[in-house]
Structure formats: structure tokens, C-alpha cells
């Protein structure tokens, strides 16, 4: 009888008569090529294949072949007892070993807040949702995919078992030869090996990276029953997931958003509002780009939704109990604009009748769930530009956008570069226009300007703008035409300079500028942007606004507020904006401060240079200097 040799590991290595046993072991404690095990028909041989943690045999390591009986227990490394699960070995060639530890079998969930969640009403609880503390925990492990039934895993195996797994094995001639042949699309180790790759994926709960890879099994042959069978699973553990982690943000946000946490006297509140509700939107982004994730996240976007006006109802009914009734009033027509909700709509009815405001019925019209490309002006919520803060309404997130845009463009675009270009002296216009679509990415870009050096430059600016969120319309992402007209003044050459003339209607101090310093570039160009300390372990546009939003607290936190009053500046609220450059050692260089009193110009200045030293930005993979810029206000009392 022709002996039949199986490999065993995690990523098995085979020659074209060997037989791969796959071992599900998410710590990596098994290698990758762990051991061979050999079967002649009446011996069984074992043989380590100098793997990290060793073979064992009855508690022995071995290192040369060592035969073994039937009553042997085999130990990859010292983490027996290792179960063995057969997954339906008579028709599928792929053994699994799996430790018992490493199974979630599912997390339980707590009643805590219940009480509070249903007295607020917005949204209801869900028995199956996680706290707050089990979210984190689940989703750190959730990359851990068990492919045992529980029932089965607690079962101890008899080492018997195991030698009747590589009989069945010898029997059925073959197992991986076996698996391409039964159930991959041709018999060629192609399909065999795309079906091995996706499975890998699978068992590393790595789910949109093997539905891409068991789709393109299905587009070569839609009859395959194994793709079919993980393409089902996949829609339906990716809906049970969102489903799961939707109620595990709304039940996060009931916790922490409720009206008891807040005091009516607190002069931070506004504050404390839009910091908890950016930290629960991070803990959402962060689940909607989870690998479990395999689509369009729709319950996911249909919670950041909900999210957004129930972040406006609580924020009205702190405002209203601090005896703010109007600003009440207008977080809950922000509410309405994102969409219909009874809550609001009552408490709207009871504000508005405690201070004598008549009621005013809201028509909405209806508009088609989706009607090809929506205008930018005609979004739900149009796409958010990085850095524009969520809690905004939609008219606002579209002058933010179009604030912010202006602002990537002037970090991209020198007039200085186009000084040898054959320009004319003025007002130089270009116009842009692409479409957000459903991912938040740029595409179908059009750009009309007076040289087409300059419309390459911007056509690469906006080819690898990143970060932007996607419109919505009727609770839907949609794609969204955007289109604007940017434009920028060439100075007569006599000049010998070409600079953008901006006008300013308030005062500016300026600290000196270095003329040494290289081209800044925008916050939404860079690879990575500036890290504030405590933002390190985030990326992309969750690190734009970590950064963003901790510069700007630590502005107004450290303002002299005293020293302000005493020098006669008037009680009340003070705008100002701030404009400066991080530079390549992460120090803030060329302040900027626009305000009508000098006194604040002097003391924002003066807090700008004690921030923190923040990691530069990185830029084409170099450290980069970066704009930075913000409008805030200070209330001097």
C-alpha cells in the first residue's frame, strides 16, 4: 500500500503528493510547517519539522521520526489538548486543529443603563447589545473566527479519533487533490489554491478579504458549493455583526450622552457635548472599517444617522435645562433636517409652547431614494470634509466644506510655481469639479484653468484627497456632484513675486516669517498628519481630527483668562482665528492670530508656542511643514 505522508501546520507546505492539514491556531504557537505525519497502512510515523514550539508526544519532545500507536497523544507544542474537528471529512480534505481557549463562544451583555435609556426613549434598548467596556473587548478578538461547533469543541477527542481522521483520509484518496477536484471550479491548482487562500482569510475573521477571493471563485463558476455556501455565511454573519455593533454604539451613547452626566452650571458644556459625542463616533468609524465588514456598512451608516440627531436631542435638552430655550431649540432643528423623529419633534412642541413660540407644522418633501448623482446642495447631509466637525447641520457642513476645500486648494496651489508660465497679470480662475462617491472617494475629476501645468497640479491634489465621508440622502450614501470655482491673483512680474492677495477685515499679528522655510503643505495632503500627543495610535482623517480638535482645546484651555480681564478686554464671547505651520521637528512657526483686539492676538500667540511638541507630519515619506488654521472663540468673564 503506498504510504501517504500529511503535513501539519498552519500554512502546510506540500509537495504534489503530500497532504495538508490546516491548524486553525489564531496565537501562532503551531508553525507553519509544524510536523510530518506518515501512515504505510499498518504504521503510523511522527516527525518534528523544526518547528518554534516542538512536537510531543505523551508529554516527550521528539526531533527526529518517531513511531507512535494508537494510544498516542500528540501535543503541537505545550499547548495540548489540542481538539481535532473533522469538518465534514468525508467530502472536504482540510483537518483542523483549534484550541479550545481561543473560541468566542459570545460575550454576555449587561443591564446597566437600561433604566436610563428607556426614560430617554432615543433609541430603545436591544437585549443583545454590548456595554460599552465589551464593545472594546469584542472588537479587539473579533478578528478570531471559530470554526467548531461549541457542543463538539467541549468534547474530549480519544487519540483513537485521530488516527481515524487520517484513515478516512487514506481512504478517500487524497485530501487536497480531493478538495480541488470535488469542489473547486476546474480541476487545476488554481481554483484549489484561491479556495485554500480565501479559507485562510476566513478562519483569520479576515471576512471582506475572503469575500472578494470567493466572488471571484463564483465568477468563474457560480455552481461552486463551497464559495456559495462562505458567500452566505459572510452576508450573513456581516449583518449580524453591524446589527450587534449598532446597538453596542447607540447603548455607548445612552451611557454617556444621558442628562444626568451634565450639570446646568458647567460653562464647558457645549464642550464636554461635542468631545463625547466625537469619541462615540470614533468607536463607530472604527467598527465600520472593521475586517468583519465585507460591504456598504448600511445598519452602520443608518446608526451614524441616528447618532447625529440624537446627539442634537440631548444637547437641546441640556441647553434647555441650563435655561437656554432658543439654542435648544436650534440643535432640534438641526435634528429634523437629518431626518424625522418623534422624540425631537415632542420636545421641539414642548420648548417651543414654554416660551410662547407657535407651533409650525414641517412639510418635507419626498425625494427619491436615489435618482443618479445628487447635487451637492441637495444632499440630506452632503460629504464632510476632514477636520468639519459632525455636529454641525447640513448648511453648515456645506460652508464648512466649501470653507475647507478652499483651504486644501491654497496649501496646494503657488502662484510662485507659475511665475515663468505664460500668464496673465490678475485674477487667474479655475474651475473644479468631481463626485464624491458611496466610499467617500473622488472620482470623475474635471479641471478647467488657464495652463494645464496647473490643472495637473490640482488634478493630483484631489486624486489623493483622502478622508472625506460620504453624502447621504434619505439615510442612504449617495454619490455627490461637487463643483467650485478657485481662483488666485498673479502679480505683474515687475514684482518679482506672484502671490495670492487675501484681504483681511480685522487686524492680524504675525510673528516674523522664515523665508527659509520649505513649501507647506495641506493637513489633507500628507501621508500622515501631525500627532498630538495622545492621538499616536489613530490614522487617517480619525488622526486629522484627534490632532485638530486637542490644538484647539489646549489653545482656549491655557489663555490667560485673567490676565485678559485685567486688561480691560470685555466680558463676553472673543472670535479669533488662528493660522500658523507645524514644522518638520512638530513645533508650531509662522503664528497668525486675526482679531480685532491686540491683547488676544498677544496671548494666543503666546499659548501657541507652549504646546506640546507634536510628531511632524510625513509627506511623499519625508517629514513635512504643514498648515493649520481654526476659527474659536474664548468667553472672558
Known amino acids: 500500500m503506498e504510504t501517504k505522508v500529511f503535513i501539519v501546520g498552519r500554512e502546510p507546505k506540500v509537495s504534489n503528493k503530500e497532504i495538508s492539514i490546516l491548524v486553525n491556531d489564531p496565537t501562532n504557537r503551531v508553525s507553519k510547517s509544524h510536523c510530518r505525519i506518515s501512515f504505510d497502512g499498518l504504521n503510523l510515523f511522527i516527525e518534528d519539522l523544526n518547528s518554534t514550539n516542538g512536537t510531543y508526544i505523551n508529554g516527550d519532545r521528539i526531533d527526529s521520526g518517531t513511531k507512535i500507536d494508537f494510544s498516542s497523544s500528540i501535543s503541537l507544542g505545550r499547548s495540548f489538548p489540542l481538539n481535532l474537528d473533522i469538518l465534514n471529512i468525508s467530502k472536504k480534505k482540510e483537518v483542523y486543529f483549534s484550541n479550545e481557549d481561543d473560541v468566542i463562544e459570545g460575550l454576555p451583555h449587561k443591564n446597566e443603563n437600561r433604566s436610563r435609556g428607556l426614560k430617554n426613549n432615543l433609541p430603545p434598548y436591544n437585549e443583545n447589545a454590548l456595554s460599552s467596556q465589551e464593545l472594546l473587548k469584542y472588537d479587539e478578538k473579533i478578528a478570531i473566527k471559530s470554526k467548531i461547533d461549541p457542543e463538539k469543541q467541549r468534547r474530549k477527542i480519544n487519540p483513537l479519533l485521530l488516527i481515524a481522521v487520517f484513515l478516512g483520509i487514506l481512504l478517500l484518496g487524497g485530501g487536497g487533490y480531493y478538495f480541488a477536484n470535488e469542489y473547486s471550479p476546474q480541476s487545476s491548482g488554481e481554483a484549489s489554491a484561491l479556495l485554500l487562500t480565501a479559507e485562510n482569510h476566513y478562519n483569520s475573521g479576515e471576512y471582506k478579504k475572503a469575500h472578494e477571493i470567493y466572488s471571484q471563485v463564483l465568477s468563474r463558476s457560480p455552481e461552486n458549493k463551497i464559495a456559495q455556501k462562505r458567500v452566505s455565511e459572510l452576508i450573513s454573519e456581516n449583518e449580524v455583526f453591524q446589527r450587534r455593533s449598532s446597538d453596542s454604539v447607540m447603548q455607548l451613547f445612552l451611557q454617556t450622552k444621558s442628562l444626568e452626566d451634565f450639570d446646568p452650571n458647567d460653562s464647558i458644556l457645549g464642550y464636554k457635548i461635542i468631545t463625547g459625542f466625537n469619541h462615540i463616533y470614533g468607536v463607530l468609524d472604527t467598527l465600520r472599517n472593521n475586517s468583519r465588514i465585507i460591504n456598504e456598512p448600511i445598519i452602520l451608516n443608518k446608526t451614524l444617522h441616528d447618532l447625529e440627531i440624537s446627539n442634537h436631542y440631548f444637547t437641546a435638552n441640556a441647553l434647555y435645562s441650563s435655561g437656554q430655550g432658543m439654542e435648544a431649540l436650534e440643535n432640534l432643528n438641526r435634528a429634523l433636517e437629518i431626518g424625522t423623529n418623534p422624540h425631537v419633534e415632542n420636545l421641539k412642541n414642548s420648548i417651543s409652547t414654554s416660551l410662547n413660540i407657535p407651533e409650525v407644522e414641517i412639510i418635507k418633501e419626498e425625494v427619491p431614494l436615489k435618482v443618479g448623482i445628487v447635487a451637492f446642495n441637495n444632499t440630506q447631509i452632503p460629504p464632510i470634509f476632514v477636520g468639519c466637525p459632525y455636529n454641525m447641520s447640513s448648511s453648515e457642513l456645506r460652508e464648512c466644506f466649501n470653507k475647507s476645500f478652499k483651504e486644501f486648494l491654497d496649501g496646494r496651489i503657488s502662484p510662485k510655481d507659475y511665475y515663468n508660465l505664460p500668464l496673465k497679470t490678475g485674477i487667474q480662475k479655475v474651475k473644479v469639479s468631481f463626485v464624491v462617491g458611496k466610499d467617500g472617494n473622488i472620482k470623475e475629476i474635471g479641471v478647467a484653468a488657464p495652463h494645464k501645468k496647473i490643472e495637473d497640479d490640482i488634478y493630483f491634489a484631489l486624486h489623493n484627497l483622502k478622508g472625506i465621508k460620504p453624502g447621504f440622502r434619505n439615510h442612504v450614501p449617495v454619490e455627490v456632484s461637487y463643483t467650485n470655482t478657485y481662483s488666485f491673483e498673479v502679480v505683474a512680474k515687475k514684482n518679482n513675486l506672484a502671490e495670492v492677495t487675501k484681504k483681511e477685515t480685522t487686524m492680524g499679528a504675525r510673528e516674523p516669517i522664515n523665508s527659509s522655510r520649505k513649501q507647506a503643505v495641506s493637513m489633507n495632503m500628507v501621508e500622515r498628519a501631525p500627532v498630538f500627543p495622545g492621538c499616536e495610535d489613530l490614522k487617517g482623517g480619525a ?82 511643514l504643514v498648515d493649520f488654521s481654526a476659527r474659536l472663540t474664548i468667553e472672558v468673564e
Open 543 to 624: 488622526l486629522v481630527a484627534c490632532s485638530t480638535e486637542n490644538i484647539n482645546h489646549f489653545i482656549t484651555e491655557y489663555v490667560d483668562y485673567r490676565s485678559l480681564a485685567a486688561a480691560g478686554i470685555p466680558k463676553g464671547s472673543h472670535e479669533f482665528i488662528v493660522r500658523f505651520q507645524i514644522d518638520e521637528q512638530g513645533k508650531p512657526e509662522n503664528i497668525n492670530v486675526v482679531s480685532p483686539l491686540e491683547t488676544i492676538q498677544r496671548e494666543v500667540i503666546k499659548v501657541i508656542n507652549q504646546m506640546p511638541k507634536l510628531e511632524p507630519a510625513t509627506y511623499r515619506s519625508e517629514t513635512a
